[in-house]
């Protein structure tokens, strides 16, 4: 079964403290993983897909990097208006593409 | 472009009423998901439509659920005699293609949910 696991589950920072959420995934054959964000409330907001090992994406203070058994989002400097929970997905080969496996989420809270 | 639509934002039933929530996808999008995120859960996958068509309804409870994507209208996630544990946020999203076109603009956008509350 494809699983997502997000760590730490809530991480709190002061503005400009820099830090790494984390995404450990088992799938059976990754199609592609995803970063949203989501405030409360509110749907997802799409960030990032990734397709292969290796591969990177930056948007702003924002960059996701992706292994073969994890993937990143690194955060730059960040300010009050990122707080938000961060979620990770992966999309499998075998269980079909039109399905996204999410993690629980990482809630990030950016104190002024 | 008014993004993915749904309707009620909140919706509260008491037990054994029959709750419909309504999604709009994107104009331009075919494709459209319905997902559940219970309380201190994450986002988890219900069904997948076409329109007219069921493709993947793997992630619905057997029964009492279903979901429809009529030709003309809304999608419809439509919960009979809804329990306590039905209530949750239900979420729409949609994409211009199917989710098996891996190209970065084949994104999967989300409205901004259905909340149901079951007494």
């Known amino acids: 079964e494809d699983q997502v696991t997000q760590s730490p589950e809530a991480l709190r920072l002061q503005e400009g403290e820099s830090s790494s959420l984390n995404c450990s995934y088992t799938v059976s054959g990754l199609r592609g993983l995803f970063w949203y964000r989501q405030d409360p409330g509110k749907g997802p907001e799409f960030l990032f897909t990734l397709y292969s090992a290796g591969e990177e994406k930056e948007k702003e203070r924002l960059k996701a990097t992706l292994t073969k058994k994890e993937s990143f989002l690194h955060i730059t400097a960040p300010k009050p208006e990122d707080s938000a929970t961060y979620l990770c997905a992966v999309q499998s080969i075998i269980q079909g593409a039109q399905k996204l496996v999410f993690g629980q989420g990482t809630r990030l809270t950016i104190n002024p | 472009n008014a993004g993915v639509m749904q309707n009620p934002r909140h919706l509260v039933r008491r037990r054994g009423q029959e709750a419909r929530l309504r999604c709009s996808p994107m104009?331009?999008?075919?494709?459209v998901y319905w997902y559940r995120q219970l309380p201190e859960e994450g986002l988890k996958f219900m069904v997948y439509l076409q329109k007219e068509n069921i493709i993947d309804e793997s992630g619905m409870p057997k029964e009492r659920f279903s979901a429809e994507f009529p030709k003309e209208g809304p999608s419809i996630l439509r919960i009979q005699q809804v329990v306590r544990g039905d209530s949750a946020a239900y979420f729409c999203?949609?994409?211009?293609?199917?989710?098996?076109?891996?190209?970065?603009?084949?994104?999967?956008?989300f409205g901004a949910g259905s909340r149901l509350t079951v007494l």
């Open positions: 999203a949609s994409s211009p293609l199917s989710m098996g076109h891996n190209s970065g603009a084949n994104v999967l956008t």
């Open positions: 104009k331009g999008h075919s494709h």
